[in-house]
């Protein structure tokens, strides 16, 4: 899967993937990271990529020349996805990762300043779609770029160690992730729970579901309601009535 990333300050994009699980990735061609500064297709000898906005107000805001050029450098997969990060964009999850995966490139565009000219969200590509990682504010787009590029790879094949190791990840179906243990099995008289040291898979299972459930409920109480509406299994059924 490509990435190619539209943003002022790509040694950011590039840094942070040249660790860890992405920097793997992108040696086993699981992925390719490619970062375009919009400033190496201004049209003046300043490289000046934004201006004060019409109307007066505060702050910068980018213009829509070299962010057009930009974009149109960049070579389109035919399954190809542009994505404008902004926190007026629909909200991130966990299934909108695993949605991205079916595309064989993405184009994550960045903002900065007071963000974009109004012309790149509705004339730079038909198929753009505006998305948000919360209902917060960053200084630019980088680190939401990152955080797309980061959660998407990993439910890519070859990604991981072991492919299934992101499907019981919190949020992966809907509930939150389990309680997780490794040795010594007591310290300081804190111990990991019984069960995970018997060996029956079989109950283990049920343990860990039942955890997933139950911290569900407790912490994320609209994750919970709405892992109620969905359609159960009888053991999840079993679980809740036990936990009622």
């Given at each position: 899967?490509?990435?190619d990333v539209l943003t002022l300050f790509p040694e950011m994009i590039e840094s942070a993937c040249a660790h860890s699980i992405l920097k793997r990735a992108q040696e086993q061609n699981v992925i390719e990271i490619n970062a375009v500064n919009p400033r190496d297709y201004t049209e003046n000898k300043h490289r000046k990529v934004d201006d004060t906005p019409y109307g007066g107000g505060f702050g910068?805001?980018?213009m829509p020349q070299p962010m057009f050029d930009a974009y149109a450098s960049i070579k389109?997969?035919?399954?190809?996805?542009p994505v404008l990060l902004t926190p007026q964009g629909k909200t991130y999850n966990?299934?909108?990762?695993?949605?991205f995966t079916k595309y064989s490139q993405l184009i994550l565009i960045c903002g900065h300043y007071e963000g974009f000219d109004e012309r790149i969200r509705t004339e730079l590509d038909d198929k753009l779609v505006e998305l948000s990682i919360g209902d917060f504010v960053l200084t630019g787009g980088e680190l939401a770029a990152i955080t797309v590029i980061d959660s998407v790879t990993r439910l890519l094949d070859g990604a991981l160690g072991h492919d299934e190791s992101s499907l019981g990840d919190t949020f992966s179906d809907g509930l939150l992730e389990y309680p997780q243990y490794t040795k010594p099995a007591d310290y300081k008289g804190s111990c990991v729970p019984e069960v995970l040291l018997n060996g029956n898979h079989a109950q283990i299972n049920k343990w860990r579901r039942t955890q997933q459930i139950l911290k569900t409920k407790e912490k994320r109480p609209d994750l919970y309601e709405k892992f109620l509406q969905s359609n159960l299994s009888k053991e999840d059924l079993k679980i809740i009535k036990s936990l009622s």
């Open positions: 899967m490509r990435f910068m805001v980018l389109k997969d035919e399954n190809y996805l966990q299934k909108t990762a695993a949605d």
